[in-house]
């Protein structure tokens, strides 16, 4: 968690320390308390990769899923091509894949 909190490969440890979570419910817990009490405007990128790696996790996928479209909804309106990242949480909706591409066309015109 140290890496996390001090921005060191933050990515990496925040990874490391949820595969040392074992126990679904445990990590279902964890994932929505680091959400809620450990990220900011800074570092919700940073927990959105994140959770493109945990998402095959037994379950969590619901939870992980419904972080990564709120982070990319606080984001959308700044960088509008973080809908790309949908993609990971769904890779068997090839309509969003679509509406991905038909909205990022859109912002840039």
Sequence with gaps: M???RN???AVNCLNLYFAAIEDPRQLDREIRK???DETDIKNKEKYL???KQQIGRPGVERT???IAYEIVADRIGEDPFI???LQA???KDKRLIKDILLYRQQ???
Excluded: C, H, P, T
């Design 2 to 4: 140290q890496g996390w």
């Design 7 to 9: 921005d060191r490969e």
């Design 34 to 36: 680091l959400y809620a």
């Design 49 to 51: 990769q994140v959770m």
């Design 64 to 66: 992980i899923r419904d």
């Design 83 to 85: 809908s790309s990242e």
């Design 89 to 91: 949480f769904n890779k």
């Design 107 to 109: 912002q840039r015109k």
